[in-house]
């Protein structure tokens, strides 16, 4: 049975509770942009706490600025916002076929059928590394001029996994997504600062009620 079916029921409940949310206004208030994946288990104002009203959330297969730029363009120049997230995440489809297989696929769904030779021109704006691929994507915002120039532009690997979100962009950022990926490696800075922690918080445990012990004795 096809889903649509159940769309009046679950509709009836988001009425009952919609509250005065038809009072919001067009221009996202938070004036921010955030471009990311199509993927069914991403659900931006969960993970980043944004509401209703607040953000304009632009969505592609990947999360692909180069896909989003007619939407960015809309929402900068006519409805405000000024500040451009880009996520891509772990686990994306993006990271797991080429333009050139997808068009096969496509073309051999229907053998000798012409009008299917279309797909040759569709870029399908594949990556084959995440991390790389969101730098790419701020650097081609960044350096676009249709993008306003003083606009704000963030990268971040969203993990699906675990529901947490590491910026790209800096020094912390780099080792947070090297921890997503490092499965408690040795050579993973965060897992040896854990560790390091770890043995000075149970010396400073041990020293402190040595300290104690022989404050009692005094
Ligand atoms: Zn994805």
């Known amino acids: 049975m ?3 079916r159940d769309f009046n029921k679950a509709n009836e409940a988001y009425v009952a509770n919609f509250g005065d949310k038809g009072r919001l206004a067009l221009a996202p208030t938070k ?3 955030i471009v990311t994946c199509m993927d069914a288990r991403i659900n931006p104002y969960a993970h980043l706490g944004i509401n209703e009203g607040e953000a304009h959330i632009i969505r592609n297969a990947g999360g692909v600025a180069k896909d989003a730029l007619r939407s960015i363009i809309i929402s900068q120049r006519l409805l405000g916002t000024r500040e451009i997230a880009v996520f891509h995440h772990t686990g994306c489809g993006m990271l797991t076929f ?6 096969t696929l496509v073309k051999d769904s229907d053998p000798g059928n012409p009008a299917l030779e279309a797909v040759d021109k569709i870029d399908f704006l594949e990556f084959p590394d995440l991390e ?3 730098k790419d994507d701020v650097a081609f915002l960044k350096e676009n001029p249709l993008v306003l120039p003083e606009t704000v532009v963030t990268g971040w690997v969203y993990e699906v996994e ?5 910026p790209v ?3 912390w950022g780099r080792l947070c997504v ?3 990926r490092c499965s408690d490696s040795p050579n993973c800075l965060i ?3 854990k560790t390091v922690r770890s043995i000075l918080l149970s010396f400073i445990d041990e020293t402190c009620h040595s300290h104690i012990g022989s404050l009692r004795h005094m």
């Open 191 to 193: 897992c040896i600062w």
């Open 169 to 171: 962009q800096n020094l």
């Open 98 to 103: 080429t333009s050139s297989h997808l068009q």
């Open 178 to 180: 090297t921890h997503l």
């Open 132 to 134: 790389q691929s969101i």
């Open 31 to 33: 004036k921010l942009a």
């Open 2 to 4: 096809s889903v649509h």
């Open 162 to 166: 675990t529901g947490k979100v590491c």
